[in-house]
């Protein structure tokens, strides 16, 4: 019996997709110094902490090393779950360049626990790294990996951001310094794309930090 869904777009499994990311900033990449993020989740509702000028909010992000002593004054009662409860309760999961490499943290769900109390409670993907391809120019990222991995399925829409964060500790983790205009979106299917360029107007960040254009395919 063959059964057709309206609301999802249903690849063969036998298929091999492939999702290729490419992110531009203003200036050269900072690989050492800086962070940068690829977000994904199953809904447009992805949330990052507002990046003012006067301020750019310390960003320990789920399974990452981070310094207690950096956290804002809001959350040091209440420690990590505040970011939980507010933003990565929004993430399926996340791709972090640091150091030259790719992490991949999944929620195992639709978004990380938001009552979560012990960030180390989430690892990273351990032979991601082995699973996909990562290149860079001057002022360009390129990843590739099987779409498989993160959507099993291959079906459906993933929506998508990105975000760039100033490593400020002697961690994994620091503040976070640009963030996408807004969320994106990409229905899964062979030879799609979507790509966007971001308004660049941040005076107050390096240019390597600055997000200026992106572009996904799927393969």
């Avoid at 860079?136 to 390129?142: A, E, R, V």
């Amino acid at each position: 019996m063959l059964c057709i869904s309206c609301a999802r777009t249903v690849t063969e499994r036998s298929t091999t997709l492939f999702m290729t990311i490419n992110i531009q900033t203003a200036g050269n990449l900072d690989l050492i110094n800086n962070n940068y993020f690829i977000i994904f989740s199953e809904s447009s509702d992805i949330a990052l902490p507002d990046t003012p000028s006067s301020f750019k909010p310390y960003f320990p992000t789920p399974g990452r090393e981070f310094e207690t002593g950096s956290f804002i004054e809001d959350f040091t009662v209440e420690g990590i779950t505040p970011y939980y409860e507010d933003y990565f309760s929004t993430w399926s999961e996340y791709i972090v360049i640091h150091k030259e490499t790719p992490y991949l943290y999944q929620s195992g769900s639709t978004g990380f626990d938001a009552t979560t109390t012990k960030n180390a409670v989430y690892d990273y993907r351990r032979n991601f790294e082995q699973e996909c391809t990562l290149s860079t120019t001057s002022d360009t990222i390129s990843l590739q990996f099987d779409l498989s991995i993160i959507e099993p399925d291959l079906s459906g829409t993933r929506y998508f951001t990105f975000a760039t964060s100033e490593i400020t500790d002697n961690t994994e983790t620091g503040s976070i310094q640009d963030k996408a205009d807004q969320v994106e979106s990409i229905i899964i299917n062979k030879n799609n794309i979507s790509t966007g360029v971001e308004q660049s107007d941040e005076d107050d960040i390096s240019s390597s930090s600055d997000i200026e254009k992106w572009r996904i395919e799927i393969l």
